[in-house]
């Protein structure tokens, strides 16, 4: 009887212990932080492969940024470009295509030849001013003439491609078409203002900061709650400089006037499937206004929460089933675009 117990007692242990040791596995949680696309990528999975995956991921942004996107890096494919190739990869042509689908249903808010542009402004860097008129002007005049047929790049004279505005994005994308990321339970790669939210969990939920605009870089204003997604926000806090007379200047053009957008917003966060997608909007709605972002939006099936110079957080959320957004710094209030 004593023994048969002490046999039960054992079984328990090993059985508990199997248990400790598999949740561990199926659990595992990994976290990084490395810099790419300019900005800071955080990812953390959680699964039986995480490490695995985590290092898959890392691999595909890096990659990606080194030899497809980057404007400066000499190995990149879009520095080629810019430097007179005209034969690009499969990978290249498709998403320019999307680029130029973009512009044409944003009616211009979105255009990626505004490279020369964002030179001739260099905000971000230490050569930030504000160019003179004739500098503008000829620094837009051809942006939207580049052309992609089949894997054929064409640029005018003058005319540079810069895919800052979808990088991060594209980034997030990258990350989510690897199948050991795919496997992971749930996940989250932010990739500077995109990030992505993978969950194997059916109908899993994720809380999602919406930064203040007037705040910190760790200072929120909303919280989104909602379902796997690519989440971008653009804002006009990112990057800017100041003039002697305190007149500031951001980061996102209004390719038609050569000068940063003035919409009358603060930031828009773009909800959607698609990474790039969500990424490219966010920049073309905060050129557009909310009005004129509404039909655009609703053409891609997203989602966006647009946060005015007047404070008001307005969201196309409408009736929603179980996605929530609350305002978390009573300064902002709520409105639901029309
Ligand atoms: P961030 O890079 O801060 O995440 P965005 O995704 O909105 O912000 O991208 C802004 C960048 O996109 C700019 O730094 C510039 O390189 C480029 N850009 C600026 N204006 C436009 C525009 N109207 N259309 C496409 N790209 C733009
Ligand atoms: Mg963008």
Redesign the pocket.
Known sequence: MKKKGIVLAAVAVVILAAVIVCDFLFNKTVSDTFLAMNTTVSAELTGLKSEAALAEVKEKILHLDEKLLSRTNENSEIYSVNNGKTEVSNELASLLSVMKQLEKNSGGAFCIGVAQLTDLWGIGTEYARVPDEAEIKAAIENCYDWQIDGNTVYLPEGVKLDLG??GK?EACDHANSTVSFKNCKESVVAVGGSVLLHSTVPKALFKVGIRDPLGEANEYCAVLEIGEACV?T?GNYERFFEDERGNRYHHIFDPSTGYPADSGLMSVTVVTQSGTIS??L??ACFVLGIEKSLPLLERYNAQAVFITEDKQIITTYGELENETITVTNDSYTLGEAK
Do not use: I
Request: without cysteine.
């Open positions: 505005a979808v994005g971008s653009s990424d490219a966010s920049t």
